[in-house]
Nanobody
Framework: VQLQASGGGLVQAGGSLRLSCKAT????????MRWYRQTPGKLRELVAS???????DYGDSVKDRFAISRDNGRRMVYLQMNSLKPEDTGVYFC??????????WGQGTLVTVSS
């Protein structure tokens, strides 16, 4: 299993970014995928989740601003982030929560939101 996240960068508050995650090594279309973030001084936080049927779920702090989606043909999961705030700054990780009794993580991509 490999999860390759990309798309992070520096953006001003109120701006947008789209993160991408390329997934290989497992049957992508059958699995739930998630985005987490690690912000300074805090535990890793679940940002968004999308299951195999396309049902989505979001953390309270990002509801109505972020959107998770997937493209099974391209084996990609995306996180569209709008109306970004400085508190959204952190390292964002793509996650396969459960495959063969373990969880897998990508390498993370840094998002910095300036005020």
């Amino acid at each position: 299993v490999q999860l390759q996240a990309s798309g992070g960068g520096l953006v001003q508050a109120g701006g947008s970014l789209r993160l991408s995650c390329k997934a290989t090594g497992f049957n992508f279309s059958l699995n739930t995928m998630r985005w987490y973030r690690q912000t300074p001084g805090k535990l890793r936080e679940l940002v968004a989740s999308i299951d195999s049927s396309g049902t989505t779920d979001y953390g309270d702090s990002v509801k109505d601003r972020f959107a998770i989606s997937r493209d099974n043909g391209r084996r990609m999961v995306y996180l569209q982030m709008n109306s970004l705030k400085p508190e959204d700054t952190g390292v964002y990780f793509c996650n396969l929560p459960s495959f063969r009794d373990r969880s897998y993580w990508g390498q993370g991509t840094l998002v910095t939101v300036s005020s």
